[in-house]
């Protein structure tokens, strides 16, 4: 294993050492099956695939491997924690949950937070037809390897009529030896009706080797429910990162996502909402910052299916060094979702000559009584402002960083948690002062 | 404390001042007026330090050092101060934070500890309210949406929290009705020292009425075509401008 395997060594491995036990309870073997044929014929995606058009993995496949084990490393350091409160803290290993390593102590009576094997019958049955109805196995190779290799997804459950005070963490650790390692964390998260809840992804490694994460979660958010998701994406180690976020949204419900997305070498978001039923609401805000040579590929897609919806989105780019952003906005309005209002806007700072922007904002309207805009921009520091501060004195990297941090804050300051706001922005101005 | 001597600066490849003599000593205040375009901007923002202008001749001493070596947050540190005829907009910074980081910068600069945020927050009150800005200004962007009266003295409010040496003013009195005119007069005249130096660029000599200057010099054309004592003052605005033109004329053919 120490010589460079070629992408079809990679993708040979993951489909040769693909199993599934077929007798265990709750481990969906056909779809498992299924999906790892999908994968095995579409391959990892390439440049020429429509969606990958500006994100290349293949510097990132062409690496050997270990498929993360269930074997737990029992300790990881979490000592710098981005929340003051307790919270119910749910850490995953390579993908695989860590009861040990978790905190649950602050649970509320009902609601379900555990792996598909631990959840008892009953509530298996609640959620049998949900596991996979977002996800699109045929045509998604990533997805499709997730489903494949995710060989114990884990459930958040929230039953009707209940308010989660607590934050739910999600904590996804990578940790390798010497090896590369790839990992397959899966999420389906049910709320009932009426219910409100918070989420908190967060992501960290550990290791020499290259840790490469392929999370895909499935959201569905229940009539008259508020569900507020925030992913924070920051990781000094350089890892790597598949992430889909699928949401359905029933009747007169709230969904708001707020992703930040300020180290790593590869990220890759994709998004999507679909707005199934009336009167619903969705704010999806992004910042996404890089440096190096690395690379953070956003697409969202909101699907207007039925009328009365709104959906509010911004996303802001800081792009330094050679690296490379993308931002793939894309808004569908179906003939059906009349009197919908969607706005889009993605807005951009190149840092220097050599970062790259790529921008598709995408309207699809097939209704007629709709208020939908969208637009992008994308410019530089602003250099009157920045003689401004500095004829107070202001050192130009003080100066560059204050400019900075307001472009990025008009995103951080939506973030309603206090204390993940405030670690947020302390973070957020080490990284712009180097 | 500056020197000016025959200072030659282009942008763009357009040279705009063509040889600016100028002294100005501790205590003094010297007044610069003249047309539209004569380059009275350009000056200041040459002193103070904007990049995008390229001097091409002459140099300047600052307190006896080359002025033109330093980049302009070095300049404010060592006491040069510019209060734009413009002041820029900046979405998303608030006047306390950019003060606060300015002060501290300066502070750092002379070895001094940062200010904590009480005795920052009672300094800037004081300051705040000498020059009629309402205390909400701090939790707002800077310049932001602020009426043309607002921006100027905001700018000298900048000033006093900054206690620079060398101040130069580049029209600030326009666009100020009478109340802001004595407002911005009075916070530069309880400014005056025999320390300080003032270089006050104005189009009109209604400011002179409230801010006496020592000297009163015409730039034209990127020349200073004529100096003189306060009386200059008025007996341009007597003459107008092609007096002035007549004056640059004879200054070039000299
Ligand atoms: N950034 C610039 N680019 C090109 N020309 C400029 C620039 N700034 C000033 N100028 C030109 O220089 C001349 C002097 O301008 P300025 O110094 O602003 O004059 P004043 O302040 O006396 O009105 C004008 O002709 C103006 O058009
Ligand atoms: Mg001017």
């Known amino acids: 294993m120490v010589a460079l395997e070629t992408i079809t060594d990679l993708q040979e491995k993951l489909v040769t050492e693909f199993h599934v036990d077929k007798n265990a309870r709750a481990n969906f073997s056909s779809l498992r099956e299924k999906a790892i044929k999908s994968f095995s014929s579409l391959g990892f995606p390439t440049l020429r695939n429509e969606d990958w058009k500006y994100t290349s993995l293949s510097s990132i496949i062409n690496l050997p ?23 119910i803290e749910l850490v995953f290993i390579n993908g695989h949950f860590a009861s040990k390593l978790s905190d649950t102590g602050l649970k509320p009576d009902g609601i379900v937070l555990d792996t598909f094997s631990r959840i008892n019958d009953e509530v298996f049955s609640l959620i049998k037809s949900k596991y996979g109805a977002l996800t699109n196995i045929d045509d998604n190779a ?95 180690n350089e890892s790597v990162l598949f992430n889909e976020t699928n949401v359905v949204q029933s009747a007169s419900c709230k969904y708001s996502n707020n992703t930040i997305s300020m180290q ?61 952003g ?67 004195g202001i050192s130009p990297g003080n100066a560059k960083a204050m400019l900075l941090e307001a472009f990025a804050n008009e995103i951080v300051d939506k973030i309603k948690i206090d204390s993940l706001r405030d670690s947020i922005k302390v973070m957020l101005g080490d990284y712009l002062k180097v | 404390m500056i020197s000016i001597k025959d200072l030659k600066v282009s942008i763009e490849g357009k040279e705009i001042l063509k040889g600016i003599n100028l002294e100005v000593n501790p205590g003094e205040l010297h007044a610069i007026m003249g047309p539209n375009g004569s380059g009275k901007s350009t000056l200041a923002s040459v002193l103070a ?56 910068e300066l502070r750092k600069a002379k070895n001094l500890e940062p200010l904590d945020a009480m005795d920052f927050l009672s300094e800037i009150k004081d300051k705040m309210k000498n020059m009629g800005i309402d205390l909400e200004f701090l939790n707002r962007a800077v310049n932001e949406g602020f009426s043309g009266g607002e921006k100027k003295r905001n700018e000298i409010f900048q000033m006093t929290m900054m ?51 020592d000297y009163v010099h015409v730039i034209y054309d990127g020349r200073i075509v004529k100096s003189g004592d306060k009386s200059l003052a008025l007996e341009l605005e007597e003459k107008g401008y092609e007096w002035i033109k007549k004056l640059s004329k004879e200054a070039v053919e000299n």
């Open chain 1, 326 to 392: 993308v931002f793939n906005g894309k808004i569908m309005v179906r003939q059906d979702a009349q009197k919908t209002n969607a706005f889009q806007s993605n807005k951009n700072m190149l840092l220097t000559d050599t970062a790259t922007i790529n921008t598709k904002p995408q309207l699809e309207i097939f209704a007629d009584d709709v208020k939908c805009s969208h637009g992008a921009t994308t410019g530089q520091l602003d250099m009157e402002a920045m003689f401004y501060l500095q004829s107070r």
């Open chain 1, 142 to 236: 990533m997805v499709a390897l997730n489903t494949a290799h995710a060989s114990d997804p884990f459930l958040v459950y929230i039953p009707d009529n209940t308010m989660v005070e607590p934050i739910i963490h999600f904590k996804f650790i990578s940790q390798n030896k010497d090896s590369n390692v790839i990992s397959f964390p899966r999420i389906l998260i049910i709320t009932g009706k009426n219910t409100e809840v918070k989420l908190l992804e967060s992501f960290g490694s550990e290791g020499s080797g290259m840790n490469f994460s392929n999370l895909v979660s499935e959201i569905f958010v229940g009539e008259n429910s508020r569900v507020e998701h925030f992913k924070f994406q920051s990781d000094p």
């Open chain 1, 65 to 87: 491997y270990e498929i993360a084990g269930v074997e737990q490393i029992e300790k990881f350091d979490s000592s710098s924690s981005i929340l003051k409160e307790r919270s």
């Open chain 1, 264 to 324: 790593g070498k590869l990220i890759r978001n994709n998004l999507n909402i679909v707005l199934q039923e009336e009167g619903s609401e969705t704010e999806l805000f992004g910042l996404f910052m890089t440096k190096d040579r690395n690379h953070i590929d956003n697409h969202t897609l909101v699907d207007h299916v039925k009328p009365n919806c709104v959906s509010n989105e911004l996303y802001k780019g800081i792009i330094n060094d050679r690296s490379t």
């Open chain 2, 163 to 213: 206690d620079p040496d060398m101040i130069i003013l580049d029209e600030t009195d326009s666009g100020l009705d009478i109340d802001a005119l004595k407002i911005v007069s009075e916070g530069v005249n309880n400014f005056r020292t025999d320390e300080k130096a003032f270089l006050i660029i104005t189009h009109y000599q209604r400011l002179l009425n409230y801010i006496v200057p």
């Open chain 2, 49 to 104: 330090g904007r990049p995008e202008y390229e001097v091409t001749g002459g140099e300047i001493l600052y307190k006896g050092k080359d002025l033109l070596e330093l980049p302009a947050d070095q300049r404010a540190k060592q006491g040069i101060f510019l209060a734009f005829q413009y002041p820029v907009e900046i979405p998303g910074v608030s006047i306390a934070n950019f003060m606060r980081s300015a002060i501290n």
